[in-house]
């Protein structure tokens, strides 16, 4: 029985905003539900009935609505959901109109600018009307090579506002990572800023940009966002204008008076009208564009963040992210329910490993949403948030990217708080949101995700295509959401998109992750199914190894994959060390001990190798099947999709694999 680290008091449970949504479902469907168990059956057995519930219960706004929740519950992909309904996705993120905060910005120099709801809403207004003095209309592509900074935000929420399509990547992507994604798509506006900041130097965008828009000839426009420099020089790109510029930008008959901010005019669309297209990783290939829809996205972050994070207008919630994560996308949501949400561009280390603790506590964040890689470091680098900040007015921290170990569950609840709710959550850019995540009302056990998302109908499936519980399995989704792609760009016949999700089970999603589902209704993640190891023919996970090595302090990263031999796999464990340590056979032997320990016989790596360094994906994911194809002597063709692609090199050449 795993250890119990937090569980909400009755009080604390009836103040959620979930509990008064089950209130609705027990009066409205003579109901008596009294736990997040029974809520999450009912949601799965009823999708209409709760998709129909929830568009009320968020107050979505729309200009029409809906005839039908869903067309067909069993048809995926190509389910039609709320069929008839007129809406936009900035005008349900700009519904509120006041003073209070909605966007506070720290960089790592910790210079501070906010912005209102109001101001939100103007600065909006200005760039909407540019975009469409332009000539940018529903369906155009609107890119984004740009800091987690307002302007990101304004841009993203004026581009939508007129139904053309946002899509962004993180300045620090290279060249090449850049054209394999926009490259794809053909946008026309391209916004990013003159650089960003990276532990405590300033880092140029511009020259990238130049290269960038010589490969993309549909860019008509770059808009640039002055950040590193107050007047960064632009003559040296082509069609290139500073921001202020592009907002005040008239045609001669208008008159100077109309710079000013004025009424959106927000575009009405269908429910499915594109609004984003997000990447997969890329590195077996070109990335592939995933559309998604403008009131799938809504209604599945909006559930979410109301009644999975709890989210209130009196809220202030941070995560960790770049514009080239899902979860920018998702914390940008938060603007939905009123909350401020606190953006934060540069190293989380910087100037001190404690940076991030620093603003939790200035700003009074509630919600504090981090990496399980972060969580791993913090505890690492030996910070202490709760002994060295008053973190009082935090409730909740949220951790994603991986799979976090039951050491660093116990470390959030012993040096960060005692009294929050830890929510691990999985899920994908993908859906744009959670398979897996967490709820208010339920207990939090170490090591475990507490629940599948309400209305998302998750199974893992043994070997046969049957789902079990208590076991380890592949994660599936056997009933439709909102957000699931539209299509994928460039995908004519929909064959990749099938192949993406449908190939192995035809009309259910299979999403390429490990788990196994507890007799709690709990979730703990396994790592990708596609890592996961065979030695024997019996299937384990690698996060199980991962977590071991996240203990050792010899032990700074780690990657393990399986490599075929002798008509059989065996487990190959490549190591980095921490500064100070070498690998050597005392040392091999406590790994293989504490793996054999707390793991199991069969995780037991039978080599073990010291690496200079780890591949990571520009997203900072570990890729396992590149390693794999490389030391099998196959060829990784899109190294550019990596953020460390020299990595790579050292092993196709390592002598001690050959015996």
């Known amino acids: 029985m795993e250890k119990c680290l937090w569980k909400p008091s009755e009080e604390r449970i009836k103040q959620t905003n979930i509990y008064r949504f089950m209130q609705t479902v027990n009066e409205k469907y003579g109901k008596t539900f009294s736990d997040y168990n029974e809520l999450y059956q009912w949601s799965i057995d009823n999708l209409e009935e709760f998709w129909s519930l929830m568009w009320d219960f968020a107050g979505i706004r729309s200009s029409k609505y809906f005839d039908r929740v869903l067309d067909d519950p069993k048809k995926m992909p190509g389910a039609k959901w709320f069929e008839g309904a007129r809406l936009n996705f900035a005008q349900n993120l700009l519904r509120f109109r006041n003073d209070n905060i909605a966007l506070v910005f720290r960089g790592e120099d910790q210079i501070r600018r906010t912005i209102t709801y109001n101001e939100l809403y103007d600065e909006t207004s200005r760039v909407a009307e540019a975009l469409k003095r332009f000539g940018i209309k529903p369906g155009d592509r609107v890119v984004g090579f740009v800091p987690n900074m307002p302007e990101s935000v304004i841009a993203m929420l004026a581009t939508t506002s007129i139904g053309a399509v946002w899509s962004s990547c993180s300045p620090d992507f290279g060249i090449k990572g850049v054209l394999d994604r926009f490259g794809q798509t053909r946008p026309r506006i391209l916004f990013t800023a003159d650089g960003y900041f990276f532990k405590g130097k300033p880092m140029d965008s511009l020259e990238k940009i130049a290269g960038i828009i010589k490969e993309i000839p549909s860019i008509e426009k770059v808009v640039v966002i002055p950040y590193v420099k107050e007047d960064p020089y632009i003559k040296s790109i082509p069609n290139a204008v500073l921001l202020d510029k592009f907002k005040t930008s008239r045609a001669r008959e208008c008159h100077?008076?109309?710079?000013?901010?004025?009424?959106?005019?927000?575009?009405?669309?269908?429910?499915?009208?594109?609004?984003?297209?997000?990447?997969?990783?890329?590195?077996?290939?070109l990335p592939k564009c995933m559309v998604q829809s403008a009131g799938g996205v809504l209604m599945h972050q909006i559930k979410e963040l109301i009644l999975h994070t709890d989210l209130k207008e009196d809220d202030t919630i941070f995560y960790f992210t770049t514009c080239g994560w899902m979860m920018w996308n998702w914390l940008v949501t938060s603007l939905s329910v009123g909350a401020t949400l606190v953006l934060f561009d540069g190293n989380p280390f910087h100037p001190a490993p404690d940076a991030l603790w620093q603003m939790a506590q200035d700003e009074k964040v509630t919600v504090f949403g981090t990496s399980a890689g972060y969580i791993a470091a913090l505890k690492n680098a030996g910070v202490k948030p709760g002994q060295q900040f008053d973190l009082t007015a935090m409730r909740a921290l949220l951790s994603t990217g991986s799979p976090l170990s039951k050491e660093d569950f116990e470390f959030v609840y012993n040096e960060v708080k005692s009294d929050l709710q830890l929510a691990s959550i999985s899920g994908g850019s993908d859906l744009n949101g959670c398979f897996a995540l967490g709820n208010p009302m339920s207990p939090v056990y170490s090591g475990e995700i507490q629940c599948r998302g309400l209305a998302m109908k998750v199974f893992a499936y043994d070997e046969n295509g049957r789902p079990v519980t208590g076991r380890q399995g592949e994660l599936v989704c056997t009933a439709p959401f909102p957000s699931m792609p539209i299509y994928f760009w460039n995908d004519e016949d929909g064959s990749r998109y099938h192949d993406a999700y449908f190939d192995q089970y035809p009309g259910i999603w299979t999403h390429g992750d490990f788990i196994e589902v507890t007799e709690r209704g709990g979730v703990i993640m396994y790592g990708r199914s596609d890592a996961t190891l065979n030695p024997g023919g019996v299937r384990i996970g690698t996060a199980e190894i991962y977590r071991r090595m996240e203990q050792m302090e010899e032990i700074s990263d780690s990657?393990?994959?399986?490599?075929?031999?002798?008509?059989?796999?065996?487990?190959?464990?490549?190591?980095?060390?921490?500064?100070?340590?070498?690998?050597?056979?005392?040392?091999?032997?406590?790994?293989?001990?504490?793996?054999?320990?707390?793991?199991?016989?069969?995780?037991?790596?039978?080599?073990i190798i010291q690496v200079p360094d780890i591949p990571y994906t520009l997203n900072m994911k570990k890729v396992e099947l590149a390693v794999k194809k490389m030391i099998h002597g196959k060829e990784v063709k899109n190294k550019d999709a990596l953020k460390n692609p020299e990595s790579l090199d050292f092993f196709g050449q390592i002598e001690e694999l050959k015996y």
């Open 256 to 285: 100077a008076s109309e710079i000013y901010a004025r009424e959106i005019e927000f575009e009405q669309l269908p429910f499915d009208h594109p609004l984003y297209i997000m990447y997969s990783s890329g590195t077996t290939g």
């Open 559 to 607: 990657v393990v994959v399986g490599q075929e031999w002798n008509n059989d796999v065996r487990v190959i464990l490549f190591v980095t060390m921490a500064a100070g340590f070498e690998l050597n056979d005392e040392i091999k032997t406590k790994i293989k001990n504490d793996i054999r320990k707390n793991a199991s016989p069969r995780h037991i790596p039978a080599k």
